[in-house]
């Protein structure tokens, strides 16, 4: 079965500073991968997304997100976080059945202090 | 194209009453996902369509639960008897359907059943 495990319910981190929110994930087959955003009550935002070819993907509001297939991981960053990156953060695979259904982690929250 | 809408954003119910959601997606968008999500957890595939025709349920979807996208341009989502266990935000995404499509989610309808 496909999963997403994102190993850490909060990350704290200081304005300025860079910033690191952890995946890992579980597939048959290439994965496509995927990072978005949510602000309370708010839906969805897409960050980025990788499904082949150079291992760093850049996104949007300044985030990457590195795939690494020996260690089956797809962590996000950012160089300089911002007290406004503030929010939750989910990483996501997509279902290579037929459909592409999103398969979620369960949520990392990030806090920005100034 | 103002992305995807949702109505209404916010539904407070009685244990046992009928609800109905709706989902515009982006236009010209043929596939529509709608994923359910609890407090503190990640969004859970609930079922999709690909233009009008309803192409996987999940085993989340209760009998009591019918989706709907007669034109294949918006979909509703009806929830019967609904219960206190029903109460989530329901997000509803659309995509365009090709291979390395990304979903692009709305702003959510948040559901209480008292």
């Known amino acids: 079965a496909q999963s997403v495990a994102q190993p850490e319910d909060q990350v704290n981190v200081a304005e300025g500073n860079p910033l690191t929110v952890k995946c890992t994930y579980s597939?048959?087959?290439?994965?496509?991968l995927f990072w978005y955003v949510q602000y309370p009550n708010r839906g969805l935002q897409f960050l980025l997304k990788?499904?082949?070819?150079?291992?760093l993907v850049k996104g949007s509001y300044g985030f990457e997100a590195e795939f690494n297939k020996s260690q089956t991981s797809f962590h996000l960053k950012k160089p300089s976080a911002l007290v406004s990156d503030s929010a939750l953060y989910f990483c996501?695979?997509?279902?290579?059945?037929?459909?592409?259904?999103?398969?979620f982690g369960q949520g990392t929250e990030l806090s920005v202090k100034p | 194209d103002t992305g995807v809408s949702q109505n209404p954003r916010h539904k407070i119910t009685k244990r046992g009453q009928n609800v109905t959601f709706r989902c515009d997606p982006i236009?010209?968008?043929?596939?529509l996902y709608w994923y359910r999500q609890t407090l503190g957890q990640g969004p859970e595939f609930l079922t999709y369509?690909?233009?009008?025709?309803?192409?996987?349920k999940s085993r989340l979807l209760s009998d009591r639960f019918s989706a709907e996208r007669p034109k294949g341009s918006f979909s509703t989502l009806e929830i019967q008897r609904t219960e206190q266990g029903d109460s989530a935000m329901y997000l509803c995404?659309?995509?365009?359907?090709?291979?390395?499509?990304?979903?692009?989610f709305g702003p959510g309808t948040r559901l209480l059943v008292l």
């Open positions: 369509f690909q233009n009008e025709a309803q192409l996987e």
């Open positions: 597939v048959s087959g290439n994965p496509y």
């Open positions: 996501a695979v997509r279902d290579t059945n037929q459909g592409g259904k999103l398969i």
């Open positions: 995404a659309s995509s365009s359907g090709q291979s390395q499509e990304t979903q692009y």
């Open positions: 236009s010209e968008h043929n596939r």
């Open positions: 990788y499904i082949t070819g150079d291992n």
